[in-house]
Structure formats: C-alpha cells, structure tokens
C-alpha cells in the first residue's frame, strides 16, 4: 500500500563555443597589452580610458560564457487503500538555485538563464488526494 519514490534530475553545464569567446578587456575597449580590443569588459575598468581620464583598477575581464550543471532531488510519499491515494513529497528538497549565467552572452532575467530546463521555482511541497469511482 506504500510507495517512497526519490528521484534526481540533473541538467549538464553549457559552454559557449571556443570561437565566440571574448578576449580580456577593460570597461572602454583596450586590451591588457594597451591595444584596442573588439570587445568591451561591461564591468572592469582595467587599465583605464584611451586618454587617460579614468584611472582603472588594472583588472581586465570577458563575459560569462558558461553555466554550471544542476542536481535536483526529489522525494515522495503513496498510500495506496481501496479508492483511496494519498501522495505528498517535496521537490527540490535542497532549494538548489539555478546557475547565475552572463545575461549579454544568453537569454536570462536576472542573471538567469530561460528556457534552458533549470528549476526556477526552489523549493515545492505538493500534496494529493485521489478518488476511484
């Protein structure tokens, strides 16, 4: 009359490919060699402006251009008597988050990628009754 189900879920990592990485770059398109660069770091100011203007911080950066795998475990509950079924359990029992990824490099909300098959929701408890006619 009992049933205890667990269940993983796992989505693999996603890397961009090779030839669509960004170099290093500063905040205003230069390169850590001081040449221009065709990609411009959306949060390192690095070694500063063309002119001089803005000092920089020396740290040169490159978009996000990967997202990490994710495990999802999920346990339930079935009792099973006559026309009766009752089911309860919990998904996602670790309220495991979905990857941050680099939303200028994919589709996301939020440093969140869509439509990729992460959970969005966390942590869920679900409940059902059944009834047999």
């Not at 230069?30 to 100011?45: H, R, Y």
Request: charged residues 20%; proline residues 4%; hydrophobic residues 35%.
């Amino acid at each position: 009359n009992w049933r205890l189900t667990y269940q993983i879920r796992y989505t693999g990592p996603v890397e961009q490919d090779a030839d669509g990485i960004d170099e290093f770059a500063d905040a205003f398109g230069n390169a850590p060699d001081g040449s221009p660069s065709d990609f411009i770091g959306d949060t390192c100011t690095g070694g500063g402006s063309a002119n001089g203007v803005v000092a920089g911080d020396g740290i040169y950066c490159r978009d996000v251009g990967f997202a990490k795998e994710q495990f999802l475990h999920t346990i339930s509950l079935r009792y099973r008597t006559g026309t009766w079924s009752f089911l309860v359990g919990v998904d996602n029992i670790f309220d495991t988050a979905p990857p941050l990824v680099d939303s200028s490099e994919v589709l996301a909300i939020n440093n969140t990628a869509i439509g990729l098959g992460y959970d969005y929701d966390g942590r869920e408890f679900f409940f059902s009754v059944e009834k047999s006619f």
